[in-house]
T-cell receptor
Framework: ETGVTQTPRHLVMGMTNKKSLKCEQH?????MYWYKQSAKKPLELMFV???????ENNSVPSRFSPECPNSSHLFLHLHTLQPEDSALYLC??????????????FGPGTRLTVL | TQLLEQSPQFLSIQEGENLTVYCNSS?????LQWYRQEPGEGPVLLVT?????EVKKLKRLTFQFGDARKDSSLHITAAQPGDTGLYLC????????????FGTGTRLKVLA
């Protein structure tokens, strides 16, 4: 139990669908992250919400849209995805500032397949 | 472009053998973390090293941070099948907001 939950765990969608991934952290952290993990590639940071400020990777296509309504919840809205977007999408949280070790706690991920 | 190269990419060894995984970069990091990821799960933090030259031990795992804080190594003594997994290093930069640069990963399989 990592304190970070993600739903759904698996998702299959067509290129014209709209879906959302959900992440919830129960650790009281003040930063949340979306990562993409593809085969044979390093973990790619997509979006960060830290202290209510959004920081994004400029190379992420606009068909991915994050939403962070509060410090415990994070969504990734998906629309008109491409087959190359198929990957494991990981959510993480951390505590920014303070005396912590900047440790990130990851959820189990959503395995996304785009047909 | 900041990059963390890990080597080897794949490693298959017999139970009881020793191994070392390397994580190298041209960038200086505030700290460096090692994670292990098992199939169907997210990465789980093993250790954070902060000081150049620091050595940390976690049972049979020994982690070292390079003196210049650009590289790190993970040494496993007497590997066991339970050590099987994907090992990821992550460099942490704390200029402004926190930034995590993940390595390319080392997939380890320990055979019984």
């Amino acid at each position: 139990e990592t304190g970070v939950t993600q739903t759904p765990r698996h998702l299959v969608m067509g290129m014209t669908n709209k879906k959302s991934l959900k992440c919830e952290q129960h650790l009281g952290h003040n930063a949340m992250y979306w990562y993409k993990q593809s085969a044979k590639k390093p973990l790619e940071l997509m979006f960060v919400y830290s202290l209510e400020e959004r920081v994004e990777n400029n190379s992420v296509p606009s068909r991915f849209s994050p939403e962070c309504p509060n410090s415990s919840h994070l969504f990734l809205h998906l629309h008109t995805l491409q087959p190359e977007d198929s990957a494991l999408y990981l959510c993480a949280s951390s505590q920014v500032g303070g005396t912590g070790g900047n440790e990130q706690f990851f959820g189990p991920g959503t395995r996304l397949t785009v047909l | 472009t900041q990059l963390l190269e890990q080597s080897p990419q794949f490693l298959s060894i017999q139970e009881g053998e020793n191994l070392t995984v390397y994580c190298n970069s041209s960038s200086v990091f505030s700290s460096l973390q090692w994670y292990r990821q098992e199939p169907g799960e997210g990465p789980v933090l093993l250790v954070t090293v902060v000081t150049g030259g620091e050595v940390k031990k976690l049972k049979r795992l020994t982690f070292q941070f390079g003196d210049a804080r650009k590289d790190s190594s993970l040494h496993i003594t007497a590997a066991q099948p339970g050590d099987t997994g994907l090992y990821l290093c992550a460099g942490v930069m704390t200029s402004g907001t926190y930034k995590y640069i993940f390595g390319t990963g080392t997939r380890l399989k320990v055979l019984a």
